[in-house]
């Protein structure tokens, strides 16, 4: 079983939410919270695999409570922001404070489901359209770009992580197998010392490997 905890401070959402959730057979609810204070007061007694994290809220926003969640805590819950706008700063903050994707408020039911079962599983939730566009509006304050560790096939690779394209994707366009490239993705979050392809899309613009549309 999955266990999710959910925090949004609109109860129509986060109901909505919760029964989506208890709904599935290998997913179960193991709280929910009005705001990040709260959430970080409940997860402190209950055990949850992954979190549902709304980005504006009063009290405490969605990436505070990420950051202090999240920091030095290496048993701590995969985070999923949750945001209105595919242009949403605090979303960007969030995921730079650790969590694992975001996810936009008005997705599908089965891609708020799928996203929860592909975090569980330690990948990273990237929608290509929204990723882009909220990197596009933030790159104008990202610094310049830095050496960085990697071989030319790597960079390659990355540079198509960034936009947001799966292995599958990344293998075709590369004349490689799906392996390979997976591979390849082990050894760059390896190398560059990230967590998962989020971080991974993060440290390709931050260092210049890849650019706004």
């Not at 830095?146 to 071989?151: A, E, N, V, W, Y």
């Not at 390896?190 to 392809?197: I, S, T």
Request: with cysteine.
């Amino acid at each position: 079983m999955i266990r999710v905890f959910v925090v949004d401070d609109q109860d129509l959402v986060r109901t909505g939410t919760v029964m989506v959730l208890q709904a599935q057979p290998d997913m179960e609810v193991v709280g929910e919270a009005r705001d990040g204070a709260d959430a970080l007061a409940r997860l402190r007694t209950v055990r949850a695999d992954v979190v549902l994290m709304d980005v504006r809220m009063p009290r405490m926003d969605g990436v505070a409570a990420t950051r202090e969640l999240l920091a030095g805590a290496p048993e701590a819950p995969k985070v999923i922001v949750l945001t209105t706008f595919d242009l949403d700063e605090y979303a960007f903050a969030a995921l730079r404070a650790g969590a694992s994707g975001f996810l936009l408020k008005d997705a599908p039911a089965e891609d708020m489901l799928a996203a929860v079962r592909t975090v569980h599983e330690g990948d990273a939730v990237i929608a290509p359209s929204t990723t882009r566009r909220l990197l596009d509006h933030v790159a104008p304050t990202l610094p310049a770009p830095g050496p960085d560790p990697l071989t030319g096939r790597e960079r390659e690779v990355l540079c198509h992580i960034a936009r947001g394209r799966t292995n599958a994707e990344i293998a075709g366009l590369l004349f490689l197998s799906e392996g390979t490239v997976k591979t390849h993705v082990g050894r760059i979050l390896a190398k560059l010392e990230l967590r998962d392809r989020v971080q991974a899309v993060i440290w390709a613009y931050e260092h210049g490997l890849t650019h706004p549309r």
